[in-house]
């Protein structure tokens, strides 16, 4: 997945690991006013979604398949339209355009309260912290408004500027899983990140 540091965000180190221990740093994120607002997709959307996921086919490669069709588009908004899988498009505060997407899907109530994240950006946004923005902005309703208790990611291990991302926001890195999602055609493996609501906004 191709995959936000929000104006003035700070990070912060928690516990005792130095630089070089990689996995076990957690990055402290802290929400400030930010360049992107988030809401869910509609069908007048459509235009500009597609138009976005056609500038951006080199970005996402062999990383994600978004929607490209209005067929598909529509698909998508029937699949993100329930409780249990919602979708928000990340939206630039002062230019409008669609920056990028992020999916809460499988969503689980009962003991788990849990979901998992599904994340892309478009062109030409990508690479300017505003995905960080917006993953913040849904981190914070996941977890304030829907009350949930962990949000995970699985993500390519070659994925350097996804995984980038949800370090920056605070993931902890709990695993590898093989062959584990269907990736444009191909098993490929991934490496499970997660984070819990007591790690987000302390």
């Keep these: 997945m191709p995959a936000l ?3 003035g965000c700070e990070l912060f180190r928690l516990g005792g690991a130095d630089a070089g221990s990689g996995d076990s740093i957690r990055m402290k994120p802290t929400l400030k006013p930010s360049r992107v607002t988030i809401r869910a997709p509609t069908r007048s959307d ?3 979604f597609l ?3 056609r500038r951006s086919r ?3 490669d062999s990383w994600v398949s978004p929607p490209s069709t209005p067929k598909a588009f529509t698909r998508y908004l029937e699949r993100f339209s329930s409780d249990t899988n ?13 920056v990028g997407v992020i999916n809460v899907g499988n969503l689980v109530r009962g003991a788990l309260q849990s979901a998992y994240l599904g994340y892309y950006s478009f062109l030409p946004h990508a690479g300017r912290g505003l995905m960080r923005d917006g993953m913040l902005l849904v981190l914070r309703h ?13 993500i390519q291990p070659g994925n350097l500027r996804s995984i980038a991302l ?4 605070g993931f902890v890195r709990e695993g590898f899983s093989r062959r584990y999602l269907k990736i444009c055609g191909r098993w490929a493996d991934h490496e499970r990140w997660a984070i819990l609501a007591e790690d987000f906004g302390k």
């Design 142 to 154: 996941a977890f304030r408004k829907l009350k949930l208790h962990r949000l995970e990611a699985n």
């Design 58 to 60: 080199a970005l996402h």
């Design 51 to 53: 138009r976005a996921v």
């Design 86 to 98: 919602l979708s928000f498009l990340i939206i630039h505060r002062s230019a409008g355009d669609i």
């Design 5 to 7: 540091r929000p104006r």
């Design 46 to 48: 459509c235009g500009a």
């Design 166 to 169: 949800v370090r920056k926001c």
